[in-house]
Each structure stands twice: as structure tokens, then as C-alpha cells.
């Protein structure tokens, strides 16, 4: 009876041991801020291929959006207006991810004319583990992710985030 008594204060110990070291554990889920940004070639709107890597030495906001996403749609405006003002060593890349619609339509509708890319299998979605749109890197110059936003985001935040950037 002592022996069961036993075997099951120690497997009760482990038992929580394990479920205590489980919970203390955080998560990492998608790409974190201080990683190295996933390279990537797409093709633009015209057809264009462009990687990620092509800009290195450059900072870039890497947007993922779709044209039915109102959030994204809200954002459009102060992207544009950013996009127009950007240094040269500044750049706007927006990872369109519903290629079956009317893209460029929507892009004239929106007045945009920054550079947009077409991920038609998803797959750099899927890299950056994208779990909502619009979700927003900045990457530094060294191609190191330096904020990510989950969100619509202004003109005001565009600026302050991509001048904190090296």
C-alpha cells in the first residue's frame, strides 16, 4: 500500500512539474521582432519579380493586405501619402494576398501607386505566419525585423516607426 502511496505522490510531482514548465513557457508563434526577415521573390502588378533581398541596405515596410480588408482599405490613403514623401533609402512593399481580385482596379480606386505584390500561392504569407490583415513589418537595413503591427495603421505611425530605424 506504501509503495502505491508512493508511485503516486511522484508521478503527481512530475505531473505538475511538467504542466508548470508547459505554462511558463511563452509561445513563439510567426516572425519576431529582432529576427532576420524571411527572403521572398514575388512578382508585382506589371509582372516584375522582386525579392526581398533586392533591397537590402534599404528600409522597408512590408505590408500584407487584401482588397476586401476595411482596415486595409482605411490605410490605403496614409500609405500612399507616405509613399510619396519616403526618402530613397526608404521602401513600400504590399504583399497583396487575394490575387484573384481586381488588384490594380482596386489600387486606381485608391489613388496608390506603390509597389504591390501578388503572393497567388500564399506562400510568403505562410512564412511570415500572417494570422490577420493588415499586418505590418519594418525592416531595417540589415534585413532585420525591427516592429511588426497588427492593424491599420496612420500616417503618424508609419513615419515614427520607419524613422526609428537604422
Not at 508521478?11 to 508548470?20: A, D, H, K, Q
Not at 508563434?29 to 529582432?34: D, K, R, S, V, Y
Not at 482605411?74 to 514623401?85: N, R
Not at 506562400?123 to 497588427?150: A, N, W
Request: charged share 25%; net charge negative; aromatic share 8%.
Amino acid at each position: 500500500m506504501i509503495k502505491k502511496v508512493i508511485a503516486a505522490i511522484i508521478l503527481f510531482g512530475l505531473l505538475t512539474t511538467v504542466i508548470v514548465q508547459a505554462m511558463e513557457r511563452e509561445p513563439k508563434t510567426g516572425i519576431q521582432i529582432g529576427d532576420k526577415a524571411p527572403d521572398f521573390e514575388l512578382k508585382t502588378l506589371t509582372g516584375e519579380t522582386v525579392k526581398l533581398s533586392d533591397y537590402k541596405g534599404k528600409k522597408v515596410i512590408l505590408n500584407f493586405w487584401a482588397t476586401w480588408c476595411p482596415p486595409c482599405r482605411a490605410e490605403m490613403p496614409d500609405m500612399q501619402k507616405f509613399y510619396e514623401k519616403m526618402g530613397t533609402d526608404e521602401v513600400i512593399l504590399a504583399v497583396n494576398l487575394d490575387p484573384g481580385a481586381d488588384v490594380q482596379g482596386f489600387m486606381t480606386e485608391m489613388g496608390a501607386t506603390f509597389p504591390v505584390l501578388l503572393d497567388e500561392e500564399e506562400s510568403v504569407m505562410k512564412t511570415y505566419k500572417i494570422l490577420s490583415i493588415p499586418t505590418t513589418f519594418f525592416i531595417d537595413s540589415e534585413g532585420v525585423i525591427r516592429q511588426k503591427y497588427t492593424g491599420a495603421m496612420s500616417l503618424q505611425m508609419m513615419k515614427k516607426s520607419m524613422n526609428d530605424l537604422k
